[in-house]
């Protein structure tokens, strides 16, 4: 099973970071992937696709990053 959700399939259920597979809505044949914040508001969507410049086609949630010993929490 994939860790990638298509956004036609299902969108996240809260406010958070996902890695997201983004397209310029005037090229869609080229991809290229981002960190994006999701809100979930009234007119739910990705960081930056608001404004138009980009569209996400699928996001996966973060994973864990692993704690360094030692290193700040």
Same mark, same amino acid.
């Given at each position: 099973m994939s860790a990638w959700v298509s956004v036609d399939e299902r969108l996240p259920d809260k406010q958070t970071e996902c890695v997201c597979r983004c397209v310029f809505p005037s090229k869609a044949d080229y991809a290229f992937f981002m960190v994006l914040e999701y809100y979930p508001n009234k007119k739910? !969507?990705?960081? !930056?696709?608001? +404004?138009? !410049? +980009?569209?996400v086609t699928h996001w996966a949630h973060l994973p864990e990053f692993p704690m360094e010993k030692g290193g700040a929490e």
């Amino acid at each position: 099973m994939s860790a990638w959700v298509s956004v036609d399939e299902r969108l996240p259920d809260k406010q958070t970071e996902c890695v997201c597979r983004c397209v310029f809505p005037s090229k869609a044949d080229y991809a290229f992937f981002m960190v994006l914040e999701y809100y979930p508001n009234k007119k739910p !969507h990705f960081q !930056h696709e608001a +404004i138009g !410049h +980009i569209s996400v086609t699928h996001w996966a949630h973060l994973p864990e990053f692993p704690m360094e010993k030692g290193g700040a929490e």
